[in-house]
């Protein structure tokens, strides 16, 4: 018994859920998909309330935005079955027997289980920032993820008991964009049990180079916030550890001044068609360490 859980925003995602309504019916699964859009007010919600005339599967508009962790803790509040599986709206499950392999991943003694990304590998220039981040960062075998499992918690493809997340996502507070450091670190805080399995979906929603940009300082906003407040506690993410060593030597004004020399070069490049990832991090760090 499994439900499916898909946050939504001004998305079509008629496609996805017809493609996991099939595979449920094929395998007699006791599954659910309950999709929430969160109050995009978006045309493609036309399209998107067919969702109610497939089996078993649910669509709802909600009529204020809630933001990413409120939305996935409206999604377990609806769901009637004691395992979750979240995918996000913009994505294609690579393999045709994606629920099968969750569902045996149940049978398993782990509390949570993350299944992983794929991205093509044909660049879009107006989104290769993106699409090169994930390539590299994201699209990491299962083999590697497992010896460093708390490193790669991405909270977009990944199957987990109900009562723990409900206990995890009601710690956060905030509806700040970059809250999934925080999911990832209280995992590995509370000690919850998690495995990596190569359960890949395709990532089609990809933001263009400006846009990803914007999402990424945000991001660091809201970590700047969460390690400043002592909210993460003990955590793998690695521009926060070089972020720390810089601040105890007491070289962070002057790592920032440095690349901020090069800082008209270093966004050409990021917002061009072969962006560097190592100019991409250098940026991320001067950013952080600028935040007051």
Not at 92 to 114: A, C, G, H, M, R
Not at 141 to 147: A, D, F, H, M, S
Request: aromatic fraction near 12%; hydrophobic fraction near 35%; glycine fraction near 4%.
């Amino acid at each position: 018994m499994i439900s499916i859980l898909i946050p939504c925003y001004n998305y079509n995602a008629f496609n996805l859920i017809c493609i996991l309504e099939k595979e449920a019916l094929t395998l007699g699964l006791i599954f659910e998909i309950i999709c929430i859009d969160d109050a995009s007010f978006s045309n493609l919600n036309e399209t998107n309330q067919k969702i109610n005339t497939l089996t078993n599967c649910k669509f709802f508009e909600s009529k204020k935005n809630l933001g990413r962790s409120a939305n996935r803790q409206l999604l377990a509040d609806k769901a009637q079955y004691d395992w979750l599986l979240f995918i996000d709206v913009d994505v294609t499950p690579i393999k045709s027997n994606f629920l099968e392999i969750y569902t045996n991943q149940i049978k398993k003694d782990f509390e949570v289980t993350f299944g992983g990304f794929y991205y093509e590998d044909k660049i879009i220039n107006s989104s290769s920032l993106r699409q090169t981040f994930g390539k590299f960062r994201e699209q990491i075998p299962c083999e590697l993820r497992n010896k460093n499992p708390y490193k790669y918690t991405i909270s977009s493809n990944f199957l987990i008991r109900k009562n723990v997340f409900k206990s995890i996502n009601k710690q956060i507070k905030s509806s700040s964009y970059g809250m999934d450091y925080l999911f990832g670190a209280l995992l590995k805080n509370n000690s919850i049990s998690i495995n990596h399995i190569d359960n890949e979906v395709n990532h089609h929603g990809l933001d263009e180079n400006l846009k990803f940009l914007t999402k990424t300082k945000k991001a660091l906003e809201s970590l700047h916030y969460l390690n400043g407040n002592k909210l993460i506690g003990q955590n793998d993410i690695t521009i926060l550890k070089y972020y720390k060593v810089l601040s105890f030597l007491g070289l962070r004004k002057i790592t920032t001044t440095i690349i901020n020399l090069f800082s008209k070069s270093i966004e050409s490049n990021m917002l061009g068609a072969k962006p560097s990832l190592l100019l991409f991090d250098l940026y991320r760090l001067s950013y952080l360490c600028n935040i007051k």
